[in-house]
């Protein structure tokens, strides 16, 4: 499975962003899909995911209320949608899937394929 982030850039506090985590090959309508983000000079943190099904989500808690992921498995896309951006939200946000499917897992250990990532940048 090859994963292509899209979708990122410059937006002010408050503002909204909605990235794309476009998909080829593999059975990806079964996989598990997670968006990752890592800021300038820190570790790479969970942000939210979705399993095969559509339905079963599971965010960060500092992005729960503002972060909605969703999935379109005929388009092999899953997207996320950033609403009340804060500029610590600036990161490097990448897409990842795990093909077991069980879970949204939190621990970037658990995901077999990466996307390439995409920058979004909040100013305050």
Do not use: P
Request: charged residues 20%.
């Amino acid at each position: 499975v090859q994963l292509q982030a899209s979708g990122g850039g410059l937006v002010q506090a408050g503002g909204s962003l909605r990235l794309s985590c476009a998909a080829s090959g593999g059975t990806f309508s079964r996989y598990t899909v997670s968006w990752f983000r890592r800021a300038l000079g820190k570790e790479l943190e969970f942000v939210g995911g979705i399993r095969w099904n559509g339905y079963t989500t599971h965010y960060a808690d500092s992005v729960k209320g503002r972060f909605t992921i969703s999935r379109d498995n005929a388009k092999n896309t899953v997207h996320l949608q950033m609403n009340s951006l804060r500029a610590e939200d600036t990161a490097v946000y990448s897409c990842a899937a795990d093909d077991s499917g069980s879970y949204v897992y939190s621990g970037f250990d658990e995901y077999e394929y990466w996307g390439q990532g995409t920058q979004v940048t909040v100013s305050s």
